[in-house]
């Protein structure tokens, strides 16, 4: 194993980094569980079966307590969630087109491609095309608008002068000079460096509290590219606000960029009065400080069950505590695997609106449905629907004491865990957003302790995965408003959510 890793470390100095956190990581939970006395080693994916079975018979009722139904404006903000969403992906597919592959030779025609296709997909006008950076390229002169510069390759840079994919644009109809940070870049080449962005999850100084080490870094990078042409770009067409917007990584780096620009050490550099906002999707906690900071600018966009909203090296630790907590509570492992597959009127109810939020989740509870018994089996389909219905029966029988589940309680409720060491996301709201049969229905959480009940524990869900990647939120925004248009788009409906 070492001989690997120094290997990668020879490919990607920064690696060795990561390899310390997770050193840290595992030395960080083996102190916060030495006091615990588990001699059992459950198999992991039990306890984690156990620990996913609790949440959803406690998890959803928290989150209530602090949730509004968001019926004003509910059609203005779906449609600018939608818009800038729509607009994030078309930004990534174009700019990112065949840049992986480039040679030094190839790269200035490959982004000026690239960045003629963007106009025509955006219908811009090729003045409102402030600036594209990709990770390819070494200084901001060249930022995809073509000029003499040295071209490396991706490989060369370190984390520490790596700058995220970006774009500068001017929305002419919102009145907005839009920047517009993109995730992981992972297809069709993953980029190694924006990989270690996110995993470079330790904590930096950061305004006054400390951030997310790899996106800290990835802040500082981007505004120094950025910032002179947004400034600019505003002092040319007085009257225009700022909007960043991010998804994923862009999520993360877009809460401290936006947070930089209204009390860091660029604000009050834009001209007098601009308006900024920040519009974040699937965006994880990035922040902490003794004062508990959060900004009414930022908002923050979740698709229902996207897990990243929860993830930091804390939250994964806490994780893992659980499930030692949970194998030292002296229950049975039969009892475990019943825990798992006992079925309850609230599961049921749950899962069967589950069913209908997302049509198209491949990952859906197909034995939650309950077909007619088939006439015979002598058919794949058949077959299928009969072992369902059987193993649906079949859970219906089993039936966990209270008391087995109180232990499970206990055992959470005593671990070590200390929360004021959880990141915290720096938007003063939370839409949490389900797509019911074509129409979006949205929750709003605002203020940190309601924000918190995303951030400081991570949920386990079948779909946190598949509703945090880009498909995922594609699916969100596929309803009957995107076909029939009820309302223009307006960025100002966030100043009064």
Same mark, same amino acid.
């Given at each position: 194993?070492?001989?690997?890793?120094?290997?990668?470390?020879?490919?990607?100095?920064?690696?060795?980094?990561?390899?310390?956190?997770?050193?840290?990581?595992? &030395?960080?939970?083996?102190?916060?569980?030495?006091?615990?006395?588990?001699?059992?080693?459950?198999?992991?994916?039990?306890?984690?079966?156990?620990?996913?079975?609790?949440?959803?018979?406690?998890?959803?009722?928290?989150?209530?307590?602090?949730?509004?139904?968001?019926?004003?404006?509910?059609?203005?903000?779906?449609?600018?969630?939608?818009?800038?969403?729509?607009?994030?992906? $078309?930004?990534? =597919?174009?700019?990112?087109?065949?840049?992986?592959?480039?040679?030094?030779?190839?790269?200035?025609? @490959?982004?000026?491609?690239?960045?003629?296709?963007?106009?025509?997909?955006?219908?811009?006008?090729?003045?409102?095309?402030?600036?594209?950076?990709?990770?390819? #390229?070494?200084?901001?002169?060249?930022?995809?608008?073509?000029?003499?510069?040295?071209?490396?390759? !991706?490989?060369?840079?370190?984390?520490?002068? =790596?700058?995220?994919?970006?774009?500068?644009?001017?929305?002419?109809?919102?009145?907005?000079?839009?920047?517009?940070?993109?995730?992981?870049?992972?297809?069709?080449?993953?980029?190694? =460096?924006?990989?270690?962005?996110?995993?470079?999850?330790?904590?930096?100084?950061?305004?006054?509290?400390?951030?997310?080490?790899?996106?800290?870094?990835?802040?500082?990078?981007?505004?120094?590219?950025?910032?002179?042409?947004?400034?600019?770009?505003?002092?040319?067409?007085?009257?225009?606000?700022?909007?960043?917007?991010?998804?994923?990584?862009?999520?993360?780096?877009?809460?401290? +960029?936006? &947070?930089?620009?209204?009390?860091?050490?660029?604000?009050?550099?834009?001209?007098?009065?601009?308006?900024?906002? !920040?519009?974040?999707?699937?965006?994880?906690?990035?922040?902490?400080?003794?004062?508990?900071?959060?900004?009414?600018?930022?908002?923050?966009?979740?698709?229902?069950?996207?897990?990243?909203?929860?993830?930091?090296?804390?939250?994964?630790?806490?994780?893992?505590?659980?499930?030692? !907590?949970?194998? !030292?509570?002296?229950?049975?492992?039969?009892?475990?695997?019943?825990?798992? #597959?006992?079925?309850?009127?609230?599961?049921?109810?749950?899962?069967?609106?589950?069913?209908?939020?997302?049509?198209?989740?491949?990952?859906?509870?197909?034995? $939650?449905?309950?077909?007619?018994?088939?006439?015979?089996?002598?058919?794949?389909?058949?077959?299928?629907?009969?072992?369902?219905?059987?193993?649906?029966?079949?859970?219906?029988?089993?039936?966990?004491?209270?008391?087995?589940?109180?232990?499970?309680?206990? &055992?959470?409720?005593?671990?070590?865990?200390? =929360?004021?060491?959880?990141?915290?996301?720096?938007?003063?709201?939370?839409?949490?957003?389900?797509? @019911?049969?074509?129409?979006?229905?949205?929750?709003? +959480?605002?203020?940190?302790?309601?924000?918190?009940?995303?951030?400081?524990? @991570?949920?386990?869900?079948?779909?946190?995965?598949?509703?945090?990647?880009?498909?995922?939120?594609?699916?969100?925004?596929?309803?009957?408003?995107?076909?029939?248009?009820?309302?223009?788009?307006?960025?100002?409906?966030?100043?009064?959510?």
């Amino acid at each position: 194993m070492a001989f690997l890793v120094d290997k990668l470390a020879e490919i990607v100095p920064d690696f060795k980094d990561i390899v310390e956190i997770f050193n840290d990581m595992v &030395a960080q939970h083996h102190e916060d569980t030495a006091h615990i006395e588990d001699t059992r080693k459950t198999p992991f994916p039990i306890l984690l079966g156990v620990l996913y079975r609790y949440q959803q018979r406690t998890f959803g009722d928290e989150l209530e307590e602090h949730a509004e139904n968001q019926e004003d404006l509910k059609d203005e903000i779906e449609e600018v969630c939608r818009k800038y969403w729509v607009q994030t992906r $078309t930004i990534g =597919h174009a700019i990112r087109k065949g840049v992986s592959s480039s040679t030094p030779e190839t790269l200035d025609s @490959i982004c000026e491609e690239n960045k003629n296709a963007l106009i025509a997909e955006l219908s811009l006008a090729e003045e409102d095309l402030i600036k594209i950076w990709v990770s390819e #390229l070494q200084n901001e002169e060249q930022c995809g608008l073509i000029g003499e510069g040295e071209v490396v390759p !991706a490989s060369g840079p370190s984390l520490e002068n =790596h700058c995220p994919d970006f774009t500068i644009t001017i929305d002419r109809e919102q009145k907005a000079v839009v920047i517009t940070l993109l995730g992981t870049r992972i297809f069709p080449t993953p980029n190694i =460096h924006d990989v270690i962005m996110d995993l470079r999850a330790e904590t930096e100084p950061f305004l006054t509290g400390v951030g997310h080490s790899g996106m800290v870094i990835g802040t500082r990078n981007i505004l120094e590219k950025s910032f002179p042409a947004v400034l600019e770009a505003l002092e040319n067409n007085p009257g225009l606000s700022v909007l960043v917007v991010g998804y994923s990584l862009g999520a993360g780096l877009a809460q401290l +960029y936006t &947070a930089q620009l209204l009390e860091g050490e660029y604000s009050g550099l834009f001209p007098e009065g601009t308006k900024i906002r !920040a519009l974040c999707y699937g965006a994880p906690p990035v922040f902490r400080c003794e004062e508990e900071k959060i900004f009414d600018e930022i908002m923050i966009v979740q698709n229902d069950k996207d897990g990243v909203i929860s993830a930091s090296i804390k939250t994964i630790n806490d994780l893992f505590n659980k499930a030692v !907590a949970i194998d !030292a509570a002296d229950i049975d492992q039969q009892v475990m695997v019943n825990m798992i #597959l006992e079925k309850t009127k609230k599961d049921e109810s749950e899962n069967a609106n589950e069913d209908i939020v997302d049509p198209q989740d491949e990952t859906r509870d197909e034995e $939650t449905v309950e077909n007619p018994r088939p006439s015979n089996i002598w058919s794949l389909g058949n077959l299928l629907t009969t072992v369902s219905r059987s193993y649906n029966h079949y859970r219906e029988t089993i039936e966990v004491d209270p008391a087995e589940w109180e232990k499970v309680r206990e &055992a959470l409720e005593t671990r070590k865990v200390d =929360h004021s060491q959880h990141m915290t996301l720096l938007g003063k709201n939370v839409l949490q957003m389900k797509n @019911i049969g074509g129409n979006v229905s949205i929750k709003k +959480y605002t203020g940190l302790k309601a924000t918190k009940k995303f951030s400081q524990e @991570i949920r386990l869900s079948k779909k946190m995965f598949g509703h945090h990647m880009p498909w995922g939120y594609s699916a969100l925004f596929q309803t009957e408003a995107a076909e029939n248009s009820r309302c223009a788009p307006d960025i100002g409906c966030f100043d009064f959510v």
